[in-house]
């Protein structure tokens, strides 16, 4: 069947429910990285009143940040926590939950930069020269070029393509996703979960045999 996790809200397939080892009860989360997110957010729950957290709700639907108010309220850890807090409002508010904006898919906007007509300095005349004829133009000191060139934006990298997928940065989140060429799933892990599953990689290998 094909259902959204639990935590991250992305589609994938579960091709045997019952064996299918991410789960807490009825609701399915698409990875390890997930299901941890879950029950740890569902332990720093019994940290926060339910007063603050629907004024975490009420911070993001106006635009606010939401995490930043779970840290100030004594939260250790505010991100997971507030995965959390969607998934359960998603689950019982459907509608309220509706009203969140999506922070990380939100794109930053480049200023404008306001365009200046461009001149051309010359020092002698202009001579063009074609295969039928030489034309020599007046010699003028100054040329305007009405013709507006366009100015350079400000822009930041946050996705790439590898040989073994695409990978994407949520800079205001801090979560980098990896999903593999055959588009099977998506791995989402913020840069600390990151790191310490490198760290991880070379004792697990180390220990099932499996050379590197």
């Known amino acids: ?5 639990a935590m991250c809200g992305k589609s994938f397939d579960v091709l045997y429910p019952d064996l299918w080892r991410y789960k807490r009860g009825s609701l399915f ?24 957290k629907q004024k975490a709700v009420e911070i993001a639907i106006s635009g606010g940040n939401p995490i930043e108010y779970l840290r100030s309220c004594g939260s250790t850890a505010p991100d ?12 019982k508010e459907p509608e309220t939950f509706a009203k969140i904006p999506d922070l990380r898919r939100k794109k930053p906007e480049a200023p404008e930069a306001e365009a200046k007509p461009a001149t051309l300095k010359l020092d002698g005349p202009i001579r063009i020269q074609t295969p039928e004829k030489i034309i020599d133009l007046p010699d003028e000191k100054v040329m305007q070029i009405p013709k507006e060139l366009p100015q350079p934006f400000e822009y930041r990298t946050t996705g790439i393509s590898t040989a073994i997928g695409d990978f994407q940065y949520f800079r205001k989140s801090g ?4 999903t593999p060429l ?7 892990m913020n840069t600390e979960e990151w790191k310490e599953l490198l760290k991880l990689i070379p004792d697990v290998a180390r220990v099932l045999g499996v050379e590197l």
Do not use: H, P
Request: positive net charge; charged residues 25%; hydrophobic residues 35%.
């Open 1 to 5: 069947m094909i259902t959204n996790c």
């Open 29 to 52: 989360l698409c990875s390890w990285s997930c299901l941890r997110q879950f029950d740890e957010g569902e332990k720093a729950m019994n940290k926060i009143t339910l007063k603050q």
């Open 80 to 91: 997971k926590l507030w995965c959390y807090i969607k998934t359960v409002l998603k689950k």
């Open 175 to 178: 979560y980098l996703d990896w």
């Open 182 to 188: 055959d588009g099977n799933g998506t791995v989402s």
